[in-house]
């Protein structure tokens, strides 16, 4: 039986994120935080709350998109470590945080949550910061 649902972003990541574009599962939106390169994959399948519930297809591809996120974000940056998570406790549209992490930034080493308040990008910065990003979130889209 189809579903008649149809994905929509939920209102809390829409104004807190900058859509970058889209992978073959996941929205790609920048968190409006210029304190971190901090990257959030949303797969858009409607009424999604945890990993488990999308098919294992599904599944794949978000570890990849998860993972090919991950690797390019890390080779851009040049971070310490990267957290990737999926909290869901103030928005509970499934949604994996991609937070590049270095050892001198505000928070180290605990979490980003609750350190400071956010940061907001300047026009400027968010236009370097989309160009920036292009590239991989163009793999992405290619599924390579």
């Keep these: 039986?189809?579903?008649?649902?149809?994905?929509?972003?939920?209102?809390?990541?829409?104004?807190?994120?900058h859509l970058l574009g889209c992978g073959q599962l996941?929205?790609?939106?920048l968190m409006n935080d210029a304190t971190w390169p901090w990257i959030i994959l949303v797969p858009q399948r409607p009424s999604v709350r945890?990993?488990?519930?999308?098919?294992?297809?599904?599944?794949?591809?978000?570890?990849?998109?998860?993972?090919?996120?991950?690797?390019?974000?890390?080779?851009?940056?040049?971070?310490?470590k990267?957290?990737?998570a999926a909290l869901g406790n103030m928005?509970?549209?499934l949604h994996l945080h991609h937070i590049v992490?270095?050892?001198?930034d505000p928070a180290w080493p605990g979490p980003v949550w609750?350190?400071?308040s956010p940061r907001s990008y300047e026009p400027e910065a968010l236009a370097g910061m989309k160009l920036r990003?292009?590239?991989?979130?163009?793999?992405?889209?290619?599924?390579?």
Excluded at 71 to 80: E, V
């Design 101 to 104: 992490r270095f050892e001198d």
């Design 26 to 29: 996941c929205e790609v939106r």
């Design 50 to 80: 945890e990993i488990y519930e999308l098919t294992e297809v599904d599944q794949q591809r978000l570890l990849w998109e998860s993972s090919t996120l991950g690797r390019g974000l890390m080779a851009l940056f040049g971070g310490d």
């Design 133 to 144: 990003l292009q590239p991989l979130v163009e793999s992405l889209a290619r599924g390579a």
């Design 1 to 17: 039986m189809a579903s008649d649902k149809v994905f929509e972003i939920h209102r809390r990541l829409a104004a807190d994120t």
């Design 91 to 93: 928005v509970p549209q």
């Design 114 to 116: 609750g350190k400071q």
């Design 82 to 84: 990267l957290n990737v």
